[in-house]
């Protein structure tokens, strides 16, 4: 399956384009489109030497016995952010930092959905104003941006002190919600094997991500139509057609979790929260996954999360986390020894309510190491 065209990141010292053929990644699931090889510009990052520089002459003058060596430092130089493709594609480079990788100095999938998160953000800002996380018309009528859905493709994790380029787009679906999509690339860098040679670096991709968007009413605390003039207003600012995860992609039903599921509790605490009131949706990511036992981790990778988030979780609630393997019938082309599917909810302690308890819903796809 062929993924749309190429898009076109910021000119940067880690731009890259994809291009159209799909042969590179394994599926996790077969009927998965995957991002394709990419090109290595002919630029790469650059390490330039930063000399401390004298502006006062008794300042310069130095110590006839004091034999240290004027210091050098060597700074990596990266593109930060840009708007490209005509306004219609943002494109941001994040290093990865040392409190955002695991005991292996990789990135996790908390990390990337940081990121990912962030950049969004960031657009928003490009394109409607500083502090602006949505158009002035939504703005007025007390109206919030809410990710409704979220599906997050892993290919590779980049480690500690790599840098990711992140490149996000959005295209309306009616004045119902839009779509929001993303493409991660970082550069691997390898000594090379010729003497005082520079690194060999490459291009990979680190994943792609889909996510849908609705209008939400602070007030009301309830979803509400998307202005017709924020509609209007896209249709400068869209890239229409080129969904990241190819044009067959499908929504699936997510499956709830059984009654063996590994159960762990979490209040929200204050830094959880967001500027709309409610828990941050990475936060939702990490509390999902804190719930998955240590003999998964230890045995497979975690390659992708699909999450629904159906309800909001305020300050001082306390917050279930659920999770299951998922079990296929014998004969079904899912179950394979290799991939381990599991099922995840988080839950409001004290709702006896299973509709209104429940906050997320999300599967995870694990791949042994």
Known sequence: MSMPSALAPAPASLAVRPRANTAGRPSIRGSQPSTSSVRRPSSRCSLTPLRAIATDAKEAEVDANDETPAEVLEVPEWHSRALVRDGRVFSETFPVRFDEVGPDKSATMRTVASMIQECACNHAQGIWGRAQSMPADMLK?????????????IDSYPRWGDQVQVNTWFEAQGRLA????????????RPSAVK???????????????????????????MARIPQAVVDLFQNQQLCDEPVMGPDYAVVKLPETGPDAHVAAFQVRRRDMDMNGHVNNVVYTEWLLEGVPESM????????????????????????????????????????????????QL????????????????????VKK
């Open 141 to 153: 009528d007390n109206l919030v941006w809410v990710c409704t859905r979220l599906h997050l493709q």
């Open 178 to 189: 839009a779509r929001r999509d993303w493409s991660l690339y970082y550069e691997d860098c």
């Open 196 to 222: 005082d040679a520079e690194p060999e670096c490459e291009i990979k991709p680190v994943g792609r991500a889909t996510s849908v968007w609705v209008a939400f009413n602070l007030a009301k605390r309830r």
């Open 297 to 344: 981790w230890a045995e497979y990778e975690l390659k992708e999360i699909e999450i629904e988030f159906r309800a909001e979780a305020t300050f001082g609630e306390t917050v279930e986390t659920r999770c299951d393997v998922e079990v296929y019938e014998e004969g079904d082309t899912r179950a394979d020894d290799d991939v381990k599917h599991m099922v995840h």
């Open 347 to 366: 839950m409001k302690q004290g709702d006896e309510n299973p509709k209104t308890a429940e906050v997320v819903r999300a599967r995870t796809y694990w």
